[in-house]
């Protein structure tokens, strides 16, 4: 047993609001011991993949190079090549055309001569393999798994569902805590409210399941505290969700416009945003003209404010990225966020009246994130700005290695002056 342990636990699609002492007990309990960050927010697009990397580098999309959960690559021929970020062969792609499969070193790679790191995932293999494509750790998933620097069987046991995160997580605090650090990524509820309206018994059932399996996790820290070892515990959500209103074709309005979607011009759907990537041969002056116009976009991120989103304008063709329109109405079990979500790619369902996410939605930028351990006060409340980036140089700093390596662009949570303790 090492001396120190660092755990991160991801409940999927979680937002802020759902908690409560008889919904999600645990979480309630854990907002006792640590400090509660009310002032965390998502990336953007609010998306698991591009969460995925930004955690595992502590970097914005701009330097890590994943811009989204879909997006394109940009050939050298001049055209587009639209990629879905969780196909397992995503990341391999990048790096057969960009030299990396991220721009950025992982938790993983920083931590392999430093005790490891061991990923437990349960949401797409391309979100899992985000956490550490260079195969330094060991990732456990349902269709991809490795141990450092070869491939393993993959867990086939595990399915989607509450189900399947109960038996990861089991197998989680059997062989994953004996490294430096242990992230357990829950594929719940995010999978019941993309496929269920947000506060339906199924999504509520989702969310308590999941505050289930971060107390067996409480229960193993609390068991390793008293055995002398000293235990961080992060836990929390990467975004929010809000309902489905109406699902916007946007390729075709834009070929019903005459601009030609197609090898140079693809607009990626990243559920309640779009990522629009256009070849450097086209202008980009009538497309985005036409978008300003759409009464269906609620925030058309350009330039300034497309960079100040954490993106890198100009990269792999990126233009522009659009915000779907979105009010505070309720669904009809009363739970407020409606928006309008972009068409997915075929094969894909709508899923309307269902939950989604992507876009700057109230619920979809307030995920939760809790610390309990050394630096962060029980009971203790930071509003203060604080993102998914944070999350590596956090985790970093309590294993002793926040001073080594490439920069990132998050800086540590602990003891900072924003965080308020009780009273």
Request: glycine share 12%; net charge negative; with cysteine.
């Amino acid at each position: 047993m090492t001396d120190r342990l660092a755990l991160l636990v991801i409940l999927d699609g979680l937002r802020r609001d759902a908690l409560s002492p008889e919904r999600t007990p645990n979480l309630w309990r854990l907002m006792g011991r640590g400090t509660a960050f009310t002032g965390y927010r998502s990336m953007f697009p609010s998306a698991t993949r591009i969460v995925s990397a930004s955690t595992a580098t502590g970097c914005l999309p701009a330097s890590h190079g994943l811009a989204g959960n879909s997006l394109a690559l940009l050939r050298e021929d001049g055209t587009l090549l639209p990629l879905d970020a969780g196909d397992p062969g995503f990341l391999p792609t990048r790096r057969a055309l960009r030299g990396s499969a991220l721009d950025r070193p992982t938790l993983a790679d920083r931590l392999a001569p430093h005790g490891g790191v061991a990923i437990f995932s349960n949401v797409s293999p391309g979100a899992a393999l985000a956490h550490d494509p260079n195969r330094s750790g060991r990732l456990v998933q349902r269709a991809i798994a490795h141990e450092p620097g070869r491939e393993a069987a993959p867990a086939t046991d595990i399915t989607l569902d509450a189900a399947g995160d109960a038996r990861l997580t089991a197998r989680f605090l059997e062989e994953g805590l004996g490294g430096a650090l242990g992230l357990l990524w829950l594929g719940e509820p995010d999978a019941s409210q993309h496929a269920h309206p947000l506060g339906s018994p199924a999504a509520w059932a989702a969310i308590t399941a999941a505050d289930t399996r971060l107390g067996e996790v409480m229960a193993a820290v609390d068991r390793r505290r008293t055995a002398g070892q000293e235990v961080l515990l992060l836990a929390g959500s990467d975004h929010g969700h809000e309902t489905v209103e109406a699902v916007i074709d946007v390729e075709a309005e834009l070929a019903a416009a005459g601009l030609d979607p197609g090898e140079t011009l693809v607009t990626a759907s990243n559920g309640t945003s779009v990522l629009v990537h256009l070849a450097p041969s086209r202008d980009p002056a009538p497309v985005l003209e036409f978008l300003r116009a759409r009464p269906w976009v609620g925030t058309l991120l350009e330039g300034e404010a497309l960079a100040a989103a954490g993106q890198r304008p100009g990269a792999e063709g990126l233009i522009a990225a659009i915000a779907m329109r979105r009010h505070g109405g309720v669904n009809q079990y009363g739970i407020p966020g409606m928006a309008l979500a972009a068409k997915p790619v075929a094969g894909k369902p709508d899923r309307l009246g269902c939950g989604q996410h992507g876009g700057l939605g109230a619920a979809e930028q307030a995920p939760v994130m809790i610390a309990d351990g050394p630096g962060f006060a029980p009971g203790g409340r930071d509003a203060a700005p604080a993102r998914p980036i944070d999350l590596a140089p956090t985790l970093l700093a309590f294993l002793g290695h926040g001073d080594a390596g490439v920069p990132m662009d998050g800086r540590p949570l602990q003891s900072r002056p924003s965080q308020q303790p009780p009273g």
